[in-house]
């Protein structure tokens, strides 16, 4: 099972810029659909954004136009660039893998998740 390890979050103030990365070992990860979620305090998790392995993109509507998700396959890691925060970003991000890509809004479709890095958006 692919291990999964995230970093880059912190504090930005509004209308700023973060850019997450998440890196996975112990899978064939050319191979895996890659997703981020995010979860708020008294929330449920939230699709972000996904990518398929060939490249193809999805996006959660509250990101849309904001974030941009990518994947570097030699490096073994997927990327969220996410710009223009709002406070309404705030929350634990999360990356998951799965193979195939039914159902990839669906946090429980996906078998392997990482540990989560905090993102805080200040006002």
């Known amino acids: 099972q692919v291990q999964l390890v995230e970093s880059g979050g912190g504090l930005v103030q509004a209308g700023g810029s973060l850019r997450l990365s998440c890196a996975a070992s112990g899978g064939t990860f050319s191979s895996y659909f890659m997703g981020w979620f995010r979860q708020a305090p008294g929330k449920e998790r939230e699709f972000v954004a996904g990518?398929?392995?060939?490249?193809?993109?999805y996006y959660g509507d509250s990101v849309k136009g904001r974030f941009t998700i990518s994947r570097d396959n030699a490096k073994n890691t997927v990327y969220l660039q996410m710009n223009s925060l709002e406070p309404e970003d705030t929350a634990v991000y999360y990356c998951a893998a799965k193979v195939g890509y039914s159902y990839y809004y669906m946090a429980t479709s996906f078998a392997s998740w990482g540990q989560g890095t905090q993102v805080t958006v200040s006002s």
């Open positions: 990518i398929h392995r060939s490249g193809g993109t």
